[in-house]
């Protein structure tokens, strides 16, 4: 879905190392469309944490036995904080994308 932004990008910037006059109104336009594809790459990368806590998740839920040890009870109050603050970040991120 991005590519076109890619290959514009790509194209854009060697037109605006030939034509000086070019070079102003196309540093605007590979600005914006290197902003949106920034975004996507955010996107992803709040995806992919997302994804990541679901597996430890599933994980922790798989593995009955893991909780009957007792040293695991450190473990999963660490995982517990970590979790919240992921979950924090992504409320957050989400937040500001829809402000």
Known sequence: MLKPLKAFNSIANGIAEVHPYAKVA???????????????DRDDAVSSLLSKVSEVFAFMTEEEELAKIT???????????????????????????SA
């Open 71 to 97: 040293s695991m009870l450190a473990v999963y109050g660490k995982i517990a904080r970590q979790t919240l603050e992921c979950a924090d970040f992504i409320i957050h991120y989400s937040e500001t994308k």
């Open 26 to 40: 196309l540093s605007i336009l590979t600005s914006a469309s290197q902003m949106i594809l920034d975004q996507a």
